[in-house]
């Protein structure tokens, strides 16, 4: 996983059931630059990844409007333009996300070798497991994930 200090969405906007869509070139996933407006200011946080010192992610030069309906009262019904991106980093170089919990790796694990355990899928899409749930009888286990 790739050595760092903070977490955050940067696709908020996508539901996790749609399509990644790939570069041609690289085979990088592609979305839409969309975090949690109260994480970060979208400019903020983008222009953070933009100058990182190893390139993290790399905009392709399109955009897509949306409007703003839930969340801060200020905010909403105002258009909001969120750039696509092209993540570069391989998908190992990215904290993983348990599918039942939505527990989120930490530098700390990875630094001790205790990345979360494989479900399935493939590449960018997919499925792990945490610690805790690992350790869960079938009983135990929520049979569809919290979101």
């Not at 933009?50 to 030069?61: F, K, M, N």
């Not at 969120?82 to 939505?102: K, M, N």
Request: charged residues 20%; proline residues 7%.
């Amino acid at each position: 996983m790739a050595a760092g200090r903070e977490i955050s969405i940067i696709n908020s906007s996508t539901p996790p059931w749609q399509k990644i869509e790939y570069s041609s070139g690289s085979k990088h996933p592609l979305l839409w630059f969309s975090p949690p407006s109260r994480a970060f200011p979208n400019d903020e946080l983008l222009r953070i990844l933009l100058a990182a010192e190893s390139p993290v992610i790399r905009t392709t030069g399109r955009t897509k409007e949306i409007i703003l309906s839930a969340g801060d009262t200020e905010a909403q019904n105002q258009i909001h333009v969120q750039p696509e991106v092209e993540i570069l980093l391989d998908e190992e170089d990215l904290a993983r996300v348990c599918y039942f919990c939505l527990g989120t790796e930490c530098v700390y694990d990875t630094e001790w070798g205790h990345r979360f355990q494989y479900l399935s899928g493939e590449g960018y899409r997919s499925l792990y497991q945490c610690y805790m749930v690992s350790g869960m009888t079938c009983l135990t286990i929520p049979l569809t994930p919290y979101f």
